[in-house]
């Protein structure tokens, strides 16, 4: 079945520091790619998406690119801030494997510290 | 409207007494999900919507678990018999069709504690 493999944290980095959070995924179809991102006491939120190989998304200054030759999807930040600080999920859709919904990873937690 | 809305946004209860729990959904989203967020778990999906028709109910945990959607809007989870290992955040989204790659969007959540 379809899976989501992100790093373990919590990673914690000084502000400005770059950073890179891993996901990987094994899909049966030909799945689309999507960093949700949890804020401290807030619901889920999307970051950005990629629906096909060689997509880059980006948001807020986060980026991340589809790389299907790699199955990888990883988030990247040039300059983090303290505001950045949040549990960030990697999720597929695997809209050609007839599964339904949302394979998240078990979420990566950053502390971003001033 | 506005984004998901759920509610309760908590519910306590005792082990074995029902609970229902409500999702409305983004003005004409036609899709639904329905999912857990669990310590041990992280997130797992249990159950989509397209209109009223939830095709595929393997996701749910246990027979104990049942979802319904009337009207092509609002949803209710329900769980019967409640276990302390139904304790999570459950989480709605909504999307504008699934047949795409449509961005999901998420609720709150209702954070429930069973006793």
């Known amino acids: 079945g379809d899976s989501v493999t992100q790093m373990e944290g919590p990673v914690t980095l000084s502000e400005e520091a770059f950073l890179t959070i891993n996901c990987t995924y094994t899909a049966t179809g030909y799945p689309s790619l999507f960093w949700y991102v949890q804020y401290p006491g807030e619901g889920l939120q999307l970051l950005l998406k990629?629906?096909?190989?060689?997509d880059k998304g980006s948001n807020k200054g986060f980026e991340a690119t589809y790389r299907k030759e790699t199955t990888s999807f990883h988030l990247e930040k040039g300059s983090v801030q303290v505001s950045d600080s949040a549990v960030y999920f990697c999720?597929?859709?695997?809209?050609?494997?007839?599964?339904?919904?949302?394979?998240f990873g078990k979420g990566t937690h950053l502390i971003i510290q001033p | 409207g506005a984004g998901v809305s759920q509610s309760p946004s908590n519910k306590v209860t005792e082990k074995g007494k029902d609970v229902e729990l409500r999702c409305d959904p983004i003005?004409?989203?036609?899709?639904l999900y329905w999912y857990r967020q669990s310590l041990g778990q992280g997130l797992e999906f249990l159950i989509y919507?397209?209109?009223?028709?939830?095709?595929?109910k393997s996701g749910l945990p246990s027979d104990r678990f049942s979802a319904e959607r009337t009207g092509g809007s609002v949803s209710t989870l329900t769980i019967q018999r409640t276990q302390q290992e139904d304790s999570a955040v459950y989480l709605c989204?909504?999307?504008?069709?699934?047949?795409?790659?449509?961005?999901?969007?998420f609720g709150p959540g209702t954070r429930l504690l069973v006793l």
């Open positions: 989204a909504s999307s504008l069709a699934r047949n795409s790659p449509e961005t999901q969007y």
């Open positions: 919507f397209q209109g009223n028709s939830a095709p595929d």
């Open positions: 003005s004409g989203h036609t899709a």
């Open positions: 990629a629906t096909k190989a060689d």
């Open positions: 999720a597929l859709s695997d809209s050609g494997g007839g599964a339904d919904g949302l394979t």
